[in-house]
């Protein structure tokens, strides 16, 4: 095969950038290519040349085929990464590579269309022998054909996407009475997020954990195993945390599931890197899940346990060389931990969340993956993740340790993400003895888990108030503030933006002397001695306790970070009264900013509390927007397929009287 040249990477944020970097390392030159959402990505920056492909939606720029294809032509590139994701595992687009003469860095495209499919790929491991979970997996794909079988296997089961992955297209059910609707649920989102409405259903086997193997294969026959990771922390089937080696899996079960994987290679003739998962029982019983034809999002805890680069293999096997480890000098060593930052609230059932990036610290000694700068705005166009976080030690709690830490101190201001999330994930007990299954997030964090506790608030609210008397009043008018206010206190109407409407807090500050204050919020009182500050940074002690904050202010909006958590908090001192907004009102409001993609109600209609009547598409998922009371529908202001802006009034409720 033809030595390489020139790589162009078919995807954004931080696989596009982890490539480019590994590529650029190799000697290679490297092409990104961006839609006019990603003008400001980092990836754009980093690449020796970027060719704009498209609007931002992934249909007319990362999912466009043709462009892609002509980006590479214009610049030259006689090969293309795809990341994962988009068109990493699009048959179509491997083949119009080849007829291109441009090397597609993946598997051939037998092997893709074969894996891609869930329902093809599970009859194909049972034949070569593979465990697989009982469920359904044939053609025909009706409401009555797909009922039946769910009855057959016995509820609950699980309803897949045959075409996809990442959780999209995917649905436990627990009954027979939800059947239907988490069916037609699915088939939308499935068809939405990868063209298929086709689906399969199997078994739900509960509380498993979720086991995948790392294999490589070479076009000279070779096919091994990098050792296992473990997916179990999930939440709505979405990876959180991933680490490798499992604690959960012994010498003898990895030696299995690694030569099972291995089996499971060789019978689509595979080539370069590719993931094997599988669902393990509490007895160590596993059954095959699926095979992932590309580079996994976690495969960096592979990489330094086994000390490899996995995207320099993929390169090197691309040109024809072998691969440059066999089974037996497989050495894993040490442990490694990841855990995905996500743009979204925690605190809000976890809604995806868009905005600017203000304030962008990584923390030290640990990896991280990411592909995002300050001043970059986060779209609602794509995923919401925006970079993973990877600690390795010696062994498992010395890597954990470090991840804790690491998340700690880093920064990011501007967007709502799950930082505190991911700290507070590692340091449960029952992750730190190693015992986390699929069930951990629901059987360890309830649904309020997630908010700040009234303490924290209040304590967050006197670090605003003094954050914006500080930006009020810079410099040199310092001192005769201090004195002006020493007897006089200012006073501070604060708003929280936490989950539903926000809180309310009035905060009261007093110098009592230079560099000594008295803040009153609500009615708890902190003496707070200010060590140093500037526009992002307040160091102060508070008892004793020397402890620090960042915060950065945009648009009369400040946006704080502390141990406790991140909050956003807007100055309404000398704002107009306004009416207040609650919760109960009537009217539907879009939850972030996305695509409508089906109204559900029109006017005249009766709805219930709860009831879903509009369903939003926004950073790949399907988001219900739910009647906040019951009653007449009055106003219908959008229509499927309307481009929708965060809080933007969609419906609205005339509201009912429960009878007595």
Known sequence: MPSLNKIL????????????????????????????????????????????????????????????????KATGADAIHPGYGF????????????????????????????????????????????????????????????????????????????????????????????????????????????????????????????????????????????????????????????????????????QQMGEAAVRAAKSCDYVGAGTVEFLVDRDRNFYFLEMNTRLQVEHPVTELVADVDLVAWQIMVAEGQPLPLTQEQVSLK??????????????????????????????????????????????????????????????????????????????????????HFLSRILKEPVFIEGHATTAF?????????????????????????????HLENPGHDKQQVWGATRFTPWHYKLHCDTAGEGQAFQVSLNVTEKNHYRIQSQDQDYSLTLLSIDDQYMKYSVNGLVQHCDFVLLDDQLHLSTLQGNTLWKNQTHAPAQSTEFAGDGRVLASMDGVIIDVLAKPGDMVETGQTVMVLEAMKMEHALKARVSGTVETVSSTAGDQVKTRQCLMEITAVEAEA
């Open 87 to 254: 068109l990493s595992e699009n048959t179509d687009f491997s083949e119009a590579c080849a007829r291109s003469g441009i090397t597609f860095i993946g598997p051939d495209a037998n092997a893709i269309e074969l894996m891609g499919n869930k329902r093809q790929a599970k009859i194909a491991m049972l034949e070569a022998g593979v465990p697989c979970i009982p469920g359904y997996e044939g053609a025909d794909q009706s409401d009555e054909v797909l009922l039946s079988e769910a009855r057959r296997i016995g509820f609950p089961v699980m309803v897949k996407a045959s075409a996809g992955g990442g959780g999209r297209g995917m649905r436990q059910v627990d009954d027979e009475t939800s059947f239907l609707e988490n069916l037609k649920s699915a088939r939308s989102e499935a068809t939405n997020a990868f063209g298929s409405g086709e689906l399969i259903l199997e078994k739900a086997i509960i509380e498993p954990r979720h086991i995948e193997i790392q294999v490589f294969a070479d076009r000279q026959g070779n096919c091994i195993y990098l050792g296992e990771r473990d997916c179990s922390i999930q939440r709505r089937f979405q990876k959180v945390v991933e680490e490798s080696p499992s604690p959960f899996v012994t010498e003898s079960l990895r």
């Open 334 to 419: 040490g442990h490694a931990i990841e855990v995905r930052l996500y743009a979204e609230d925690p605190a809000d059932n976890f809604l995806p969340q868009t905005g600017q990036i203000l304030d962008w610290q990584l923390p030290e000694q640990v990896r991280v993956d990411h592909g995002i700068q300050i001043n970059q705005t986060v779209s609602p166009f794509y995923d919401p993740m925006l970079a993973k976080v990877i600690a390795h030690g010696h062994d498992r709690e010395t890597a954990r340790r470090k991840l804790v830490c690491a998340l700690e101190d880093m920064k990011l201001l501007g967007v709502k993400h799950n930082q």
């Open 9 to 72: 990477i078919a995807n954004r944020g931080e696989i596009a950038v982890r490539v480019i970097r590994t590529a650029k390392a190799m000697g290679y030159r490297t092409v990104a290519v961006y839609s006019e959402a990603d003008h400001d990505a980092l990836h754009t920056t980093l690449a020796d040349e970027a060719v704009l492909i498209g609007a931002p939606e992934v249909s007319s720029s990362y999912l466009n085929k043709e462009a892609v294809l002509n980006a590479a």
């Open 441 to 469: 997030l629901d059987q360890e964090f309830s649904d309020d888990a997630f908010n700040l506790s009234e303490a924290s608030l209040m304590e967050s609210s006197a670090l605003a108030a003094m954050a914006f008397f």
